[in-house]
């Protein structure tokens, strides 16, 4: 494959050349099935690879012809149209005249699955489709859509139905195509003012650093952790009484409590303090202690 990707001399392909580049290759003759059979024969027998550079340009237009159906993914032609041609190259190599059928019906597979691995790979920041099923939906959603917006309950199963997928699948696709990347540092708008962007919120200073903010969450999580194991520690009224005295919005007082279980509040407050004792093992937050001790 090297060597044939050397060796085709393709008329070049740049964003400033792209007419004359589409006019050169209507240029180039198409070959009849007779040539291309002849051709096929003296590179693979030959290894010919200027048979093979023939059969690469006489395709160029069809490949022309692919790309141009992918045009609404936001993507220069000019790429999409030498993805294809890497696509052709590769299909050339591959052809077998045992086949029975005409290069162009063979390269056609070949020249679209490059096409859509260089869409995957440069449609977004964040690659939108990984597995089998989200490769398929991601190039066949858009042509299940019978309206513009978001798909109803019967649209959604009918896709998944039609594409032998989820309908959570269908779902969760079309949220990724409808989501847009967005730039990390500020634009400026028309009035020459910045428009905001995640560069002004997600670094303001030391204490909204992401790493900061995500590091506290985990300690808050492993702290959350620690109170439930120490609250499970307790019997049912010695958890009821911390609860009620300092976990709840609407906190009850010694006297409250004493009510409800018909003992003194002295013995409320006893049964507290050995409730905090029962508890400090298990708190890391020096707050937490501090309230047990």
């Known amino acids: 494959m090297t060597a044939l990707a050397q060796n085709a001399q393709l008329p070049v392909l740049s964003t400033g050349s792209l007419q004359s580049y589409l006019d050169s ?5 198409i070959l009849s099935a007779e040539e291309e059979t002849e051709l ?5 027998r ?4 200027e048979a093979a550079r023939k059969l690469v340009l006489s395709h160029l237009r069809y490949v022309v012809y692919v790309a141009r159906g ?10 999409l149209i030498q993805q294809g041609n890497v696509g052709l190259m590769k299909s050339v190599k591959k052809f077998d005249l045992s086949h029975g059928v005409r290069l162009v019906s063979f390269a056609v597979h070949w020249i ?3 096409i859509h691995e260089y869409i995957l790979k440069n449609w977004k920041i964040v690659k939108v489709a990984t597995t089998k099923a989200q ?8 042509k299940s859509k019978a309206r513009l917006g978001w798909f109803n309950a019967d649209e959604v199963a009918q896709v998944a139905k039609d594409l032998g997928v989820k309908p959570e699948e269908v779902v969760e696709m079309e ?46 999580s492993q702290q959350m952790s620690g109170l439930e194991e120490a609250l499970a520690s307790l019997d049912d009224r010695a958890k009821d009484i911390v609860v009620s005295r300092w976990l709840q919005e609407e906190k009850m007082s010694l006297k409250d409590l004493s009510e409800r279980y018909g003992v003194s509040i002295e013995r409320i407050r006893q049964i507290e303090a050995r409730a905090f004792k029962l508890m400090q093992p298990f708190l890391k937050d020096e707050r937490l202690i501090d309230v047990a001790a």
């Open 175 to 220: 949220s990724r195509l409808a989501n847009v990347d967005e730039s990390f540092e500020p634009l400026v708008a028309e009035d020459d003012e910045f428009v905001s962007s995640p560069s002004g919120y997600l670094t303001h200073g030391d204490v909204d650093n992401p790493a900061e903010l995500v590091a506290e969450d985990e300690y808050a």
């Open 46 to 49: 030959e290894e010919d690879l």
């Open 70 to 79: 992918y045009s609404g993914y936001g993507l220069p032609l000019e790429d």
């Open 25 to 29: 290759i209507q240029q180039i003759a």
């Open 112 to 114: 679209k699955a490059e």
């Open 135 to 142: 490769r398929k939906l991601f190039f066949n959603l858009r």
């Open 40 to 44: 096929f024969e003296r590179f693979q």
